[in-house]
Every structure is written in structure tokens, then in C-alpha cells.
């Protein structure tokens, strides 16, 4: 399964045969109060240093989130979508709760994006679905829906499947949908990790979808973050992640050694590559 994102013209196809692709998490106001304040200023320098910056550590894909208590996201989505579209060809993953920032932002994006997120939820399903059909791109589904958050794989596998279902429904390919299992603070709830993996396996094995995951929700909380969501990330992507979001100078290195691990890597290449870029 084949899913194809474009920037202005830069094609990133993200393969269920691999390679991993990278969506970098860094453009989130999440800890990063200089995003915050630049932003409110209307100074874009410091969002491109972070577009840059990833570019550089691997990321394939940027995921663009703008949204703190008193942004108007609406407007300032659209702007910072503009702001990247300056200055990089790659493509964007569009990440608001709401519906009106990402339309707004797809209205000026161009290429193909990826719509971060849809749920199970009517609401949503209403709402985006429409939104990702209109401006032909493809979506993060994540597997949750009106009843919450659902702590058993299968019942996550089920909404996965309602997803798939509806978006086909309103004429989105299925190649562009992409599965979130949804990956948890493991400082909170032991099983949260092992719930996440076994909802990749299943939605691997029995859709074959691209699957995506905010792989550093799972140590917040907790010291040796990098080792925690390296060894994390290894294993959902022998399980069946392909595109993970996460901070590339951090796990850049364990995607690269997975890809090999698992046989994707002739002879190294990437690999290697991967580390001299790094001398
Ligand atoms: N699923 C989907 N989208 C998502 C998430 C998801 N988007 C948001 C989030 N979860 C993923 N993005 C982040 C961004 C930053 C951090 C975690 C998840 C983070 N930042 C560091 C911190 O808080 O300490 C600071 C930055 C750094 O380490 O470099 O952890 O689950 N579809």
C-alpha cells in the first residue's frame, strides 16, 4: 500500500514494504514557549529553523501544529503553511483539533497533505471527511470515536475499520488513509505500549494501511525519553508503523537500524548514509 504526500513538487511516497518514513514532530508548541511567543509576534524565523533543522536530522514530512490557548489557529495555520511553502518543497501534515484551521490551511497549501487528524467520532467523520475529499488529501485516522478511548486492540481495529469505510464512502482512496493506534504516556498505564503494538499488528495484518503514531507520547513523564521511544519505535515498526511522528534528531538513527534489521536496506545504503551525514 502506497501513499503518496507532495510539497510543492517533491513526491514522499510512504510504503507499507518500507522505508520508514519520518514525519517530524518538532513545529508543536508543546514545551516550546519560543514557538509560542515568536509566533504571537507574527515572526516565522523560528518555525523555519525547526523545518530546517528536521530536514537536516531526516524528517520526510513536517506535522505543522499552531494551536496553544488564544491562537486563532484559522488564521494562523494558513500563515505558517505559507511561511514553510517559502522556504521548503517537502510536504505537510496539518495537525489541529479544528476543522476550520486545516480547511483554511489546505485552501492554501498546495501539493498533497496529510490531515492530522480524523477520529470515529460522527462529528469528525462528517466534518473532515468532506474537507479531505474536496482538497484530495489523505488522513490520519485515529482510533478513537464517541465512546473514547477504547484500552482493548480489537475494538481499536474495529474503529479503524469504520474509518476506512466512511472515508471510501465519500470517495478518498484507501491508500490515503493512515491508522493511528494511538500511543500513550506508559508512566501512566503499563499496558499502554503493548495495547498501541497489538493495535498495529492487527491493523496491519487485517487492512494493510500505512500506520502512523505520536511516538513520544509514551515517555512524558519519565528520564532516558530518547532510549524509551527508540526501543518503542523499533518494535511497532517490526509490527507494521510506517510513518511514525516523532523528533527526528532523536530516532533517526533507531528508524534507520530498523529498516535494516528488517531487510529493507540493501547493501547498508541507507544506512550508511544515514551516518555519514552525521560525521
Ligand atoms: N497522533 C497524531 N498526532 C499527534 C500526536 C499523536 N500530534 C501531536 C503529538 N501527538 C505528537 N507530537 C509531539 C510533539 C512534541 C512532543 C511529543 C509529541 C514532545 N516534545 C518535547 C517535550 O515535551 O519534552 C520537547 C521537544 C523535544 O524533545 O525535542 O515530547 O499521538 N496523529
Known amino acids: 500500500m502506497k501513499t503518496v504526500l507532495r510539497g510543492n513538487t517533491r513526491e514522499v511516497t510512504i510504503d507499507t514494504n518500507g522505508p520508514v518514513i519520518i514525519i517530524g514532530e518538532c513545529i508543536n508548541p508543546t514545551r516550546r514557549k519560543k514557538l509560542v511567543s515568536t509566533l504571537q509576534e507574527g515572526n516565522f524565523e523560528y518555525v523555519l529553523e525547526l523545518a530546517e533543522s528536521q530536514i537536516k536530522a531526516g524528517a520526510d514530512v513536517l506535522d505543522v501544529n499552531v494551536g496553544f490557548p488564544g491562537v486563532d489557529d484559522v488564521k494562523l495555520l494558513p500563515e505558517t503553511v505559507l511561511a514553510l511553502r517559502g522556504s521548503f518543497d517537502v510536504p505537510l501534515c496539518l ?25 470515529g467520532e460522527e462529528k469528525s467523520l462528517k466534518t473532515l471527511l468532506r474537507i479531505a475529499k474536496e482538497y484530495e488529501a489523505a488522513i490520519i485516522g485515529l482510533t478513537m470515536d464517541d465512546n473514547g478511548i477504547t484500552h482493548d486492540p480489537e475494538k481499536r481495529l474495529v474503529i479503524a475499520e469504520k474509518i476506512l469505510e466512511r472515508a471510501v464512502k465519500y470517495g478518498i482512496k484507501e491508500v490515503d488513509v493512515i491508522i493511528d493506534p494511538l500511543a500513550m504516556a506508559v508512566s501512566a498505564d503499563s499496558k499502554a505500549c503493548v495495547v498501541t503494538l497489538e493495535t498495529i499488528r492487527l491493523v496491519h495484518q487485517k487492512l494493510g494501511l500505512n500506520i502512523t503514531m505520536g511516538a513520544s507520547n509514551i515517555s512524558f513523564g519519565l528520564p532516558g525519553r530518547e532510549d524509551l521511544n527508540s526501543t518503542f519505535i523499533s518494535l511497532a515498526i517490526f509490527n507494521g508503523l510506517t510513518c511514525p511522528i516523532a523528533n527526528p534528531e532523536r530516532i533517526a538513527a533507531a528508524v534507520r537500524a530498523s529498516d535494516l534489521v528488517l531487510g529493507r536496506d540493501d547493501f547498508a545504503i541507507r544506512f550508511v548514509e544515514y551516518f555519514q551525514s552525521r560525521m
Open 95 to 119: 495537525d489541529s483539533p479544528n476543522p476550520g484551521a486545516i480547511e483554511a490551511a489546505l485552501k492554501v497549501a498546495g501539493g498533497k497533505c496529510l490531515i492530522n487528524s480524523v477520529n
